[in-house]
């Protein structure tokens, strides 16, 4: 059986979706194993539902650097055992960065742990769909990106108990999509196929609708790259799309600085500001929140000129859909900013923003059209 993926990772995270399981996130930060400092008494297994918060995995894959194995502890874990931080750098190019690879299979080795829960060793094949940004995607980097992924990979996770669970990933066939125009595909589709219902406002009435053939705008505010994606339906529109060399990482490095300047208590990592700021019951939220308003609202604001300035011309006025892993830092300033200039009616802010590109994979992943290039993949091979 070969199961079907969809996996967003960026500058933020890895947003992975498995068919049939729950979405799954891991921050883009890692520390490489150097040894325990300490012998911890009594360690047990990690539990199932925990293992993407203890991520200790050693991977082997000819896609990484040197072609050798190496111990990574990855996303929270490198928190909590407080650990040097390895993240991307603001400019970092994803289709050659080492880590969303690493965040993908350390993600897909967690998720066939969870469905082979007694196993020490696990075969298993997938099908995945991956993303590039659209200032970086040409078929050459788009081939090169999937090229990457495909084939056979060796992860090992590492219980604190001292038992280690193989995990051989073979990876059958793997697609690259613009980013945005990914996430279309879960705007249209569900993941079985069927087409979404969509509530929209026409002529000061609400009607329900779906998107097969409707043209959309869709704004993906990324950590690193801002995508704006026209689509109609599930069509790519490459000559009025276009992405925007920023996203909100460079706003939130900024604001870390002047607050490692003024507070005793310094933040590491974008990592580390993700787990404050969306944490409501972290002591220090509410600082955050308050100290980080002016620099978001001031992103907030540029943000909404590109959107309003692409709507202004397009021919047709598109249905703006934003999401992404930005979008759920800026929600309430652009939405009031849109509002006080009477731009709300066509706009939609998307449920579960972080992972509309990687539930729209996972339905790409599904599609026929995948199972087509698939086909006439192996039949040039």
Not at 8 to 33: E, T
Request: proline share 3%.
């Amino acid at each position: 059986m070969t199961f079907k993926a969809g996996a967003d990772a960026g500058n933020n995270g890895l947003k992975l979706c498995v068919k049939d399981m729950n979405p799954l996130m891991i921050q883009s930060v890692y520390s490489l194993y150097m040894g325990e400092k300490s012998t911890e008494l009594d360690a047990k297994d990690i539990a199932p539902e925990e293992l993407h918060n203890n991520i200790d995995v050693t991977i082997a894959s000819k896609s990484l650097i040197g072609d050798k194995a190496r111990r990574y502890i990855i996303g929270e874990k490198v928190m909590t055992d407080m650990l040097d931080p390895i993240e991307m750098e603001k400019r970092s190019d994803k289709s050659t960065d080492e880590m969303p690879l690493i965040l993908t299979l350390a993600g897909l080795a967690i998720q066939s742990i969870r469905m082979n829960k007694d196993s020490d060793l696990i075969h298993i094949k997938y099908d995945l769909s991956v993303a590039l940004p659209i200032k970086t995607i040409t078929p050459e980097t788009a081939k090169e990106n999937a090229d990457r992924f495909m084939g056979k990979h060796d992860v090992t996770f590492h219980h604190p108990s001292g038992r280690d669970v193989k995990i051989v990933i073979d990876i059958e066939y793997c697609v690259c999509l613009p980013e945005g125009a990914a996430g279309a595909w879960g705007i249209v589709f569900d993941s079985n196929g069927n087409t979404v219902p969509r509530k929209i406002e026409v002529n000061e009435e609400i009607i329900t609708v779906d998107f097969r053939n409707r043209s959309m705008l869709i704004f993906d505010i990324g950590s690193g790259t801002t995508e704006m994606v026209v689509m109609k339906g599930v069509r790519y529109i490459a000559k009025l799309s276009e992405g925007l060399g920023y996203g909100v990482k460079k706003t939130i490095l900024e604001i870390i600085k002047r607050w490692n300047h003024m507070k005793s208590k310094e933040i590491d990592s974008i990592a580390e500001f993700n787990e404050i700021y969306f944490d409501s019951e972290h002591p220090r939220h509410n600082d955050l929140v308050q100290f980080a308003e002016t620099g978001l609202y001031g992103l907030a604001l540029q943000m909404s000129q590109a959107i309003i300035n692409k709507i202004d011309e397009m021919k047709d006025v598109p249905h703006v859909f934003i999401c992404g892993g930005g979008a759920a830092v800026t929600h309430n300033y652009l939405f009031q900013i849109l509002k006080q200039k009477k731009r709300l009616s066509t706009v939609t802010f998307l449920k579960d923003p972080m992972f509309v590109n990687a539930l729209g994979l996972l339905v790409y992943t599904v599609s026929p059209r995948f199972e087509q290039r698939k086909e006439e993949y192996f039949e040039t091979a």
